[in-house]
Nanobody, 124 residues
Framework: QVQLVESGGGLVQAGGSLRLSCAAS????????MGWFRQAPGKEREFVAA????????AYADSVKGRFTISRDNGKNTVYLQMNSLKPEDTAVYYC?????????????????WGQGTQVTVSS
């Protein structure tokens, strides 16, 4: 299993930007499909963005398309989530996720490893 540690969360005003990072341990990071999920208080954890092991394929939730961009640097064992034009409804704990199988990880059932989460709060 890969170990994941997120960073980059914080408090930002609506319309602002944040970049989340997820650092992974292990020499096999490049073989994992990676994703970001989020969970707001009282809600289920939901898919945000996904990227294939080589970075050639990506997927986004409709709610973040055009505003968020997922990327990865396999040389640094890191996946990123650039979040622009943030809205109050983006407020949540954001989790990094890894899946050993499949091209893209878009459902919680596919996730093999989770990070501890990082809080993102968007004020209006």
């Amino acid at each position: 299993q890969v170990q994941l540690v997120e960073s980059g969360g914080g408090l930002v005003q609506a319309g602002g930007s944040l970049r989340l990072s997820c650092a992974a341990s292990g020499r096999t990071f490049s073989s994992y499909a990676m994703g970001w999920f989020r969970q707001a208080p009282g809600k289920e954890r939901e898919f945000v963005a996904a990227i294939s092991w080589r970075g050639r394929n990506t997927a986004y939730a409709d709610s973040v398309k055009g505003r968020f961009t997922i990327s990865r640097d396999n040389g640094k064992n890191t996946v990123y989530l650039q979040m622009n034009s943030l809205k109050p409804e983006d407020t949540a704990v954001y989790y990094c996720a890894a899946a050993r199988r499949g091209v893209l990880v878009t459902t919680t059932s596919e996730v093999g490893s989770w990070g501890q989460g990082t809080q993102v709060t968007v004020s209006s």
